[in-house]
């Protein structure tokens, strides 16, 4: 029996959570008690009866003041469920480890560990939090990743801009181990240096690994591409394995066409892809070269409900001009990972582009994030990634 701080909920409002969602706001919460520090294990109840709905992290100051860790309100917080649950979440990762070295192993939300993320890189692993409430067990978070999992070296990659939302610091350290460099391969056996330390999100974009692989299928021989946002050049080294004749990679950041020089050494496509230093924005304003394969796959544009109209606007320039840019029959592969642009949002964004660029635009496919970042079906929430293959004529 456990023995947690009770917090109230408002009549009718803990319904979205016996639906699965795993989160109460603030303003859905009764006499919220300021004397608990953020991140403190309490027990959420019914404001009628006292029935328990759940064990969970409370945060006094946060908008999402309750996140639901488990609906056993017996249960304990503890160690012991902290270490079931992540084995438990990375035991689904198992068959995806036969084909590739690199995965998600904790998807926060989808995986009911709001808060915490854990990426595997090889022998490397990486953790990003963003809740209060693991922010107090950072230590045991390590010593548990230590523990199950024997990793090289454990990189804290908290550069979240979630992480301010909570009221917590941005952090980037080494935490445990000496290297934090290693290779990692995708099932279709691309090959990547990575920086742990020094990469971006948690060291690298995993979200997009399987479409980096599925662009093969729409690049014929001898195809020109463009990879704009290039990053760590993921699209365009599958392009030009797939025989592409020439691929031009962008990316305002130099480091970032640092890292795609390497691999296209590593992957032996160096003569095929050439990278360009430019802001992508500026960059299809001003070129009119003719493309057979474009990929569009910018930052999040969108990080909260007051950037939508904007990043609208800017979705619809980038998916526009480069519609333009694309040869007859050609293919563009459009990407969002701004969560407040949803499916249907960005299907009417490029819609209204196709229609602007005077082009007829067929979604070929619909796509999101790889099968190790997982939606929580009662909990929209956690689906961010949309991408949508288009033929474009």
């Known amino acids: 029996m ?11 409002e803990e319904l ?31 404001d009628r009866d006292g029935t328990p709905v759940g064990n969970g992290f409370y945060h006094p100051n946060s908008l999402i003041a309750f996140r639901l860790l488990t609906r056993n309100s017996d249960e304990a917080v503890d160690e012991a469920f902290l270490e079931k ?9 198992d068959l995806l480890l036969k084909w590739r070295n690199a995965v998600r192993l904790v998807h926060g939300e989808s995986d009911l560990l709001p808060g915490l993320i854990v990426d595997k890189l090889d022998s490397i692993l990486s953790f990003q939090i963003t809740s209060a409430g693991f922010e107090a067990k950072k230590e045991l978070v390590t010593e548990l990743l230590q523990k199950i999992f024997k990793p090289t070296a454990i990189v804290e990659k908290n550069n979240s801009h979630l992480r301010k939302l909570e009221g917590l610091p941005l952090v980037e350290q080494l935490v445990f181990g000496s290297d934090p460099v290693t290779e990692i391969h995708d099932a279709a056996g691309t090959r990547y240096a990575v920086n742990v330390l020094a990469g971006q999100k948690t060291g690298f974009y995993l979200d ?11 690049v014929h021989p001898g195809a020109r591409v463009l990879d704009l946002f290039t990053n760590d050049g993921g699209f365009a080294l599958n392009a030009a394995l797939a025989g592409a004749a020439s691929v031009t990679a962008v990316d305002e950041s130099a480091s970032a066409l640092g890292r795609v020089d390497r691999n296209a050494e590593l992957n032996d496509v160096k003569e095929a892809i050439t990278t360009v230093e430019a802001n992508c924005f500026d960059y299809v304003r001003e070129v009119v070269d003719r493309f057979d394969v474009i990929i ?12 939508i109209a904007q990043a609208r606007k800017a979705y619809l320039t980038l998916n526009t001009q480069t519609m333009r840019m694309l040869s007859p029959n050609g293919i563009l592969v459009s990407c969002s990972c701004s969560h407040h642009i949803d499916s249907d949002e960005l299907m009417s964004i490029i819609g209204e582009a196709a229609r602007r660029a005077r082009r007829t635009a067929t979604v070929l496919e ?15 929430e956690t689906e961010y990634l949309k991408v949508f293959i288009l033929g474009v004529h």
């Open 366 to 380: 619909r796509r999101g994030a790889g099968i190790d970042h997982p939606i929580l079906a009662s909990m929209p």
């Open 208 to 218: 997009q690994m399987e479409n980096r692989a599925r662009l093969r299928d729409f």
């Open 2 to 12: 456990t023995n947690y701080p009770q917090i109230r909920i408002r009549h009718k």
């Open 296 to 307: 569009l796959d910018p930052p999040a544009l969108a990080k909260s409900k007051k950037d």
């Open 85 to 93: 649950k992540i084995r438990e979440s990375a035991a689904k990762r």
């Open 16 to 46: 979205r959570l016996l639906g699965g969602h795993l989160w109460a706001f603030s303003n859905e919460l009764l006499d919220l008690p300021r004397d608990l520090p953020p991140g403190t294990v309490v027990k959420l109840v019914r």
